[in-house]
Each structure stands twice: as structure tokens, then as C-alpha cells.
């Protein structure tokens, strides 16, 4: 049998039980009109939006914007109606940063302002510095040799050659039949390409070696070019150096406009002198090593002992506003709550909302609360992972479930933009299948159709799976997500979609409603099994 038609069978097979539940499962329809009316007539969700993404901007974990987004979402929800709203403390993180100036110019052959960001974790210059530049392109340790004793005060221009191409089309996708029909496809295992946890572990290795290799060479900067091929001024940048006390960089370095970057590369191709002038301040905070969860909840009624949760991450990166990653997820979640208290509902089970920090490093603040709460793994003995959590390394150990897992029906997650919700990720839970078919059924009117036995990675929901907890991601339509918004500088305020985020904060109130009132808890599946760790991959 071919591959697509096994796959289209094992859907069928999934949903052909679909009948015989739906006579069992019931929709509060009464519930779902009201939370529809308060959602798309009374929504409250792009004020929320100008609070965090306008009023605090960008949130780093460590940062004292995520500080004040924490104290601001906790007293947002505490004025919404919800109760026990606090903050949750996990860690140790690590130091805190942010950039608090950059400004950078080509001074010869030219005089021209550049497009430039500073990379989370590196210091700034300690005033104004003007120096040469050097194209270094080293992608292995085996490279040093080339450079060294060449680097002295110089300011670097490394990576590969950027390639800039025409916009052709619209950054701005919806999801078609074609891709929510192939989205629905299961991905068997064996198919995929493997996750490697040792590779991950040596790419990380590598740039500890390479920022080692540029402070020994008393390099002045080091600047690199934005990802992708479209440019027009968007620039993605994320770190350059580790949060971790002890392995702070001591070099400079930032991420340039393709199209400006392109511009120096090609005029150190033809021996022409580029000189550059840069002066960054950034600032480590060392006050606090802990970060921090928000944390709030609608009281249960008959079977309050028993939750339901729902939650997003609150961090970003910080050349933006962190507004479609993850100030969407965030607002809709905090939206969703507050249309339950609105209409002035009384679930039978408690309703906790959390909002994460340190996603962006790993899940860590999700990690931190469910490892407090529900269950963990073994700590682990590699220097790599002191203080990190270990629940998702499943080479750590067994999990060790704790009382308070038991009592979780399920947790929704959203993290893919500011798209609307298309359907849902089972995470290869298939008893849930026929319950989200019928909760799905009110909302094809707004695009909601399709249910995929598929997980999709790198959201806060793997936290919560890992311990057995039923945990699921929204299908979404990706808008700009990858190709403008995700950890840019655009990733602003107005690429927020209103009407796409009213959808969403309606679809998830309603599924945390009906998950908050059925008889029983939601089916789970088996906690994953311990793996053998891999073995060290050494280098070439």
C-alpha cells in the first residue's frame, strides 16, 4: 500500500468512530453563542495588545521588560476576574540583558547608517569604535587556522554569502485545502528526519569555541547577516553569547541588513578598505537569577480539585515587540479568560492560565512549572545541563509523575502567530480525536476543520506531554510568521491581525469551557519511555 493511502486510511479509520461518541459528548451550544458574542463584539484582546506589545515592548527572559510583562499580565488578570493570580518562580536562569543603544555606520569607501541589532547576551563596545573590516567565514574549528593572528582589532564580517531575491508574491499565506489535507496526513516516525540531541549539543559547542576563538584574537566585533532571502529591512537576530553565569562572551556582535551586509562583502571581495564606527550599549543584570510564570485561575465548582489549563509564552527576542511571537498566544489566552469570566460561567473544574518565560531558550519556564507540579526526570551529570530541567531529554531517565498530574484534564497551547485556528494537533492521541471533532463543529463557519494526528515541535505544550498530560497546539494560519515576523525586528504590533486573534480567543475559551464541564476527564496516552542517550559525535 502506498504511503498517502495508508495515511488517508488511518484518518478514516480515526474519524469513523466519530458518530457513534458525538450522541455521547455534548456541546453546550447556549455557552458557545454567548462566548462568540463577547468575543467578536466586546473583545478586549488588541487592548491587550497595545498594553504589552506598545506600553512594555519587548520581553527577553532575564530582561526587565519581562519583569514588568510578568507583574503586568499577573494585575491584568487579577483585574479580569480571576483569582490566585501570582507569580511562580523557577531556576536558576542565569544573567539577565538588554540593549539599551545601537548605532552603527560605514565611514570609507562611504558614508552611510546601517541597519544593525545587537545580539542578545554579548557586550556592548564601551563607547564609540571605528575599525577595519575583515570577511571571515569559518564553519569549523579546522578554520581557525586560516584567521589566526589575522583578527587583531579588526572588525569581522562572517557567514556565508547572503543571497537577496526579489519579492515576488505577498510574505502572506493562508492555509489552503491542499495544505490543512496534507497538514491531516500522519508523519510515521520512521519517515521523518531524526532529532539529534548530540548534534544540537555539538553546533553549541562550536560557537562556546568560536567566541573563544574571537576574544583570544582580540577581535573588536563580529557582525553577521541576517536569515533568508527577502530582506527589505527585516532583520532576524537572536543570541550571541550564554545567559549562563561564567560564559559570558566578551566580543561584540551584531546582526546587519542583508542588503547591507551584501554591500561590504562584495567591497572586501574587490580589496577595497571598509571601515565601520559602532557604539552599543547593552547592559547584564546579575540581581536575580530566577525567572518567573504568570499564573491565574477560574475556580471549578463540583470538581474544582480537577484542572484545566491553557497558556502561551510571554518572552520574545528583543529586536522587535514580541507581538506574533508570542504576544498573540499571549493576549488570545489572557482574552479567553476573560470571556469566561464575562459571561459570568461557572466551570465544574478549576481554569489555570500560565504564561511562560524562557520558551525561547529551550521551554524552560514551562519545563520549570510542570517540573514543580507534575512529574520530572533524573538530573543530569553533563556539565551542559547544570541547572537546566531535563524533562524533555528523554535519554535522562524515567519520569517520576507526582499527585498533582493526575488531577490535569488537558492544557491548549497557541505559538504559531497571529493566524487563525484551523484545527487542532492530536499529538497521536487518538481517543481524543471524536471529543474535538464535535467541539470542532461550531466553528467551521470560521475555518476550523481539520484534526491532525501529527505533533507539531518547539511549543510549550511538549512540557506538559512528557508527563502524560494531554497537551495540544492549534493548527494556524501562518500569515508572515517565518517569512517576516518570527524573531525580526518586524515582529511589531500592527502585523497583529485583529479578526484572526478574536478567533482564536473565541475557539480556545470554547474548548477550555467544554473540556471544564464534560463528566470525564480527556483520554490519555502513555508516557514516552526512557532512551538510550547517543553517543558523542566527535568532530572531523
Known sequence: MKRST??????????????????????????????????????????YASGLMDSIGERLTGSP???????????????????NAHLESWGPFGRGWANQYVNARMTTPDVVPLIVYAKAWTPGTDGVVTGK???????????????KGKLAGMIVITGPDAEVKPITELPYKRLSDEDLAKTSEYEIPGERPPFRMSEIARRRQ???DLNQFYADEKVLAVIDHSRGTSGGGTVFVQSGGSYKPGETTTVPQLTLASEHWTR????????????????????????????????AEIPGTDKKDEVVMLGAHLDSWHAGTGATDNGAGTIVMMEAVRILKAIGITPRRTIRIGLWSGEEEGLLGSQGYVEQHFGSRPRMDDPNMKDM???????????????????????????NGTGKIRGVYLQEN???????????????DLGMTTLSMRNTGGTDHLSFDAVGIPGFQFIQDPIEYETRTHHSNMDVYDRLQPEDLKQISVIVASFVYDAAMRDQMLPRKPIEKPITREPEKKED
Open 389 to 415: 530541567p531535563t524533562l524533555l531529554r528523554r535519554d535522562a531517565g524515567p519520569v517520576t509523575v507526582k499527585p498533582e498530574q493526575a488531577k490535569v484534564s488537558a492544557y491548549f497551547n497557541v505559538d
Open 65 to 83: 521588560n519581562m519583569k514588568r510583562a510578568n507583574e503586568w499580565t499577573r494585575d491584568q488578570l487579577s483585574a479580569a476576574g480571576l483569582t
Open 133 to 147: 573590516c575583515i570577511r571571515a567565514n569559518i564553519e569549523k574549528k579546522e578554520d581557525f587556522d586560516k584567521y
Open 206 to 208: 562550536f560557537q562556546k
Open 430 to 444: 487518538a481517543a481524543v480525536a471524536p471529543l474535538f471533532k464535535t467541539w470542532m463543529e461550531p466553528f467551521k
Open 6 to 47: 495508508r495515511l488517508v486510511c488511518s484518518v478514516v479509520v480515526i474519524l469513523s468512530f466519530v458518530p457513534a461518541v458525538w450522541s455521547q459528548e455534548k456541546v453546550d451550544l447556549e455557552a458557545i453563542s454567548r462566548i462568540r458574542y463577547e468575543g467578536f463584539h466586546n473583545s478586549k484582546v488588541m487592548e
Open 264 to 295: 561590504i562583502a562584495r567591497l572586501l571581495q574587490q580589496k577595497k578598505d571598509v571601515t565601520l564606527e559602532l557604539n552599543v550599549i547593552n547592559t547584564f543584570y546579575d540581581d536575580d537569577l530566577m525567572q518567573y510564570d504568570t499564573i
